[in-house]
């Protein structure tokens, strides 16, 4: 039965798409091997995906054939009918049996490989920090602030210390699935500042992993707990004065202002299947590079070129991003809609209390809505496998020279 | 007669004295090697993150360690003239396919026979018996929750598709096993190396892998010093209910130090007087037939047995069963005793350095607040310093600070 197997190896190598159920038995399926071990079911149904939307080549072919599936999981699997010794082992499977799930844990290997190879997207070197820039620090949700602070940085008003402090922020969901995403990026090591979060170098959790987590913690990462960052940073500065809390969108010309600058960079808000996507690439990464680079690639490197389908124009609350493509952020799903309501009241009441305006609900989240799809909005396998095959087939590898790096 | 350049490359089983193994081989490199013997590694963990490397796996961060890891393994390896060892019991989950490339890397070439390099498959072995337990709480002290009941229902499971399944299979179906890692290699090549049944001499494994790797006759220092402890029921017990209540709740990198090793290596592996983990005597015939099987298909192979094949089979089940999802609650409060007690040393210590640190932050941030303060200041911070190093500085010191009207001398 190898013989019907080496078949279907060179089927799919000549970039067919036949499934293994219905690939055919007898001399007319069979051929000589090509190599010493039949590849895993996972690897061989990854290239009959990758043959029906697009041309792998050869090159591509080969290392989606030697590929292993990274980290923990199922290992890789004989082919249903073509097992060395079936008495023994995983059972087989028809690879066509096999959850999107599997199929994505083989393509962030390749992908990581190949961010490796890319490396990140050159940028121009920072500016000479200017004497006379205005003196402030830029805190809170990372996706708005990091961003921000970054282009500043390379425009040479950097942040430094003495001046004001901005906070921003926006509705308690949208500042979770923004948190999450920028550890799924960033993987919290260095610039965030998010290694005490709980999450350490273990890798992120999925999305409903992550929220559950911190339901158990009943509270909220430091960094998006705004009237907590509020506070220490009037302990710190001495004054309420110098401490300004921004969560409506509309505020930016206030944040122009305060950093003294006249324009402000416009940054993004990945799709949830992008973090997904990220956070497995993360894990996948941190078998081959340093966690500093690891972080590098995935913001200057990975979110730079993910296709812009899979970002959105960020001006606030991920309900009201103004969308570029169909990008949709992470929604909390309904069995925490319940805390997360009830955290966000809280600290919306703090704030008052502490003098700063009121927090906005957030999206989906007010009394007897329901915005909740099926994966709790963390971008299901199948999705995260689609944009995976786009990128393998080349969709992000085009030239990137002067496009500037968002993040 | 020119003797052939070997590989011997032990792939598990885990809890199978692999540790202490590994131990003497790392501690006594330099006899081996003196002895035609390589076994590659600088550090303890080498032959862990070469094989962390090779599966791809990740391992609470030290995957981080590991990057190139195999290859420069396999690099020392062909390198070597003589006979090298690699040993690591996760070697077991290996792929066909990083099987493969284990072996091609290690020989160079062709993956069992490559010109003049011989290589050997090393497996050592336990019964189901005991190594079901062993297993369940190598999960718990890796901070799972899952109960014991659930843990035996989830490997008994015929299809196999959980990550415990996954994973328990993986390291401990023997032929499996042997059909991923040495399809290829005659059955003399495969050397499997039994763990002798409770009772037995102490030093009784040592000397059946001793014979599997030619070591006999070697004088090699076998002083333990590295084990992986097991823990009674009480202390397993009270490790998993501290799992399911903080596990969620503590980062990895704080559980490992904390959890793993204060806590279950170093206080309640002491409590050696409390009931061992078993087998439920309802399963002991179950795991008995699976090990039948196993028994059965390494004898039709024929390969070399280090020990005896019946040793597989296990000790018989317990007169007594003690449950570790309902133990004796008084037990469980004794161990609660001790790790609180070890939980609060730790935590007098870490204020010891709190306090330390603190003290050392002050002084840092107060040089960083000088450090920012006006370009003027420093100028005249420096001004001041130069002017105090000549008589005329200083006499034109004094009379700035009577113009001004204070007698302060520090800047």
Not at chain 1, 18 to 27: K, N, R, S, V
Request: glycine share 10%.
């Amino acid at each position: 039965m190898t013989a019907r197997a080496w078949g279907w190896v060179r089927h799919l190598r000549a970039g067919g798409t036949t499934p293994w159920a219905q690939w055919p038995e007898g001399p007319e399926g069979d051929a000589e091997p090509a190599g010493r071990v039949i590849p895993g079911a996972q690897q061989l149904e990854l290239l009959r995906r990758l043959n029906q939307v697009g041309a792998p080549g050869p090159e591509l072919a080969t290392r989606v054939l030697e590929a292993s599936a990274p980290g923990r999981g199922r290992p890789d699997l004989e082919l249903v009918g073509a097992a060395h010794d079936s008495r023994f082992g995983a059972r087989p499977v028809d690879p066509g049996d096999l959850s999107e799930d599997e199929l994505v844990r083989v393509a962030t290997l390749l992908l990581a490989e190949d961010l490796v190879a890319l490396g990140p997207v050159p940028r121009r070197p920072d500016a000479v920090p200017r004497p006379w820039r205005r003196r402030y620090r830029l805190v809170g949700d990372p996706l708005l602030s990091d961003p921000v602070r970054r282009e500043l940085i390379a425009r040479g008003h950097g942040p430094r210390p003495g001046g004001v402090i901005v906070v921003l922020g926006t509705d308690l969901p949208t500042m979770l699935a923004d948190f999450w995403t920028a550890r799924c990026f960033a993987f919290g090591q260095g610039s965030l500042g998010l290694g005490a979060q709980g999450l350490g170098a273990h890798g992120v959790p999925s999305w409903p992993e992550w929220l559950e987590s911190w339901r158990a913690r009943q509270g909220v990462p430091t960094r998006i707990d705004l009237p907590g960052v509020a506070r220490t940073w009037v302990q710190r500065r001495g004054s309420r004065q110098h401490v300004h809390v921004l969560t409506d969108p509309g505020q930016r010309p206030d944040v122009r202002e305060l950093l003294g600058v006249r324009r402000l960079p416009a940054p993004v808000r990945p799709s949830a299947e992008a973090a997904e996507l990220a956070r497995r690439l993360s894990m996948a990464l941190g078998l081959m590079v340093t966690p500093a680079r690891r972080e590098l690639l995935l913001t200057e490197g990975l979110m730079p070129r993910l296709p812009s389908t899979e970002l959105s124009a960020l001006s606030g609350p991920a309900g009201s991003s103004s969308a570029t493509g169909s990008a949709a952020p992470p929604v909390v799903p309904d069995e925490h809609r319940d805390w997360v309501r009830q955290r966000g009241e809280r600290m919306s009441r703090r704030l008052v209390r502490a003098g700063y305006a009121e927090l906005p609900i957030g999206p989906g989240l007010e009394d007897g809505s329901s915005e909740a799809d099926p994966s709790g909005g963390s971008g299901g396998s199948g999705d995260v496998l689609s944009l995976a095959m786009r990128m393998l087939l080349g969709d992000w590898k085009g030239p990137l020279e002067g496009k500037p790096v968002k993040w | 007669m020119v003797s052939r350049k070997r590989v011997l490359v032990h792939v598990g089983t885990p809890k199978t004295g692999t540790s202490h193994l590994q131990d003497v081989l790392f501690r006594n490199r330099a006899v081996l090697a003196d002895h035609g013997i390589c076994y590659p590694a600088e550090r303890f963990d080498s032959h862990f993150l070469a094989a962390l490397d090779l599966m791809k796996l990740n391992w609470g961060g030290l995957e981080l360690e590991a990057v190139g890891a195999w290859d420069a393994l396999a690099e020392q390896v062909r390198a070597w003239p003589g006979t090298s060892i690699v040993s690591h019991e996760i070697l077991a989950t290996a792929s066909r396919m990083q099987v493969d490339r284990a072996l091609s890397t290690l020989t160079g070439d062709g993956p069992t026979d490559a010109g003049d390099v011989e290589v050997h498959v090393v497996l050592s072995v336990r019964d189901l018996v005991r190594q079901i337990p062993a297993e369940w709480q190598e999960n718990v002290k890796h901070r799972s929750a899952i109960s014991y009941a659930r843990f035996l229902e989830t490997i008994t499971d015929p299809e196999r598709d959980s990550r415990i399944g996954t994973w328990f299979w993986g390291v401990q179906e023997i032929p499996d096993i042997v059909n991923r890692w040495a399809a290829t290699l005659p059955p003399e090549r495969v050397h499997l190396v039994t763990v002798p049944a409770p009772g037995a001499p102490r030093d009784e494994l040592w000397h059946r892998f001793s014979q599997a790797f030619g070591l006999d006759g070697i004088d090699l220092d076998l002083t333990p010093e590295r084990a992986n402890p097991s823990l009674g029921v009480p202390e397993t017990a009270l490790l998993r209910r501290v799992n399911r209540k903080f596990a969620p709740r503590v980062d990895p990198a704080d559980y490992r130090p904390l959890v793993r090793e204060l806590l279950a290596h170093q206080t309640l592996s002491r409590r050696r007087r409390s009931d061992r983990l078993t087998l439920p005597p309802a399963l002991h015939t179950w795991a008995q037939e699976v090990s039948g099987t196993w028994i059965e298909e390494i004898r039709t192979r024929g390969y070399d047995v280090v020990g005896d094949l019946d040793d597989l089979l296990g000790p018989p089940p317990p007169e007594t069963w003690s449950d570790p999802d309902a133990p004796a609650e008084a037990e469980v409060a004794g161990a609660a005793v001790d790790a609180i007690g070890a939980l609060l040393i730790e935590a007098a210590r870490l204020r010891e350095v709190e306090g330390r640190l603190t003290h050392e932050l002050a002084e840092t941030r107060a040089a960083l607040d000088r450090s920012y303060l006006r370009p003027t200041y420093r100028l005249r911070e420096k001004a001041v310093h130069a002017l105090e190093h000549s008589g005329v500085g200083r006499g034109l010191l004094a009379l700035y600070r009577r113009a001004r009207g204070r007698s302060s001398r520090s800047a």
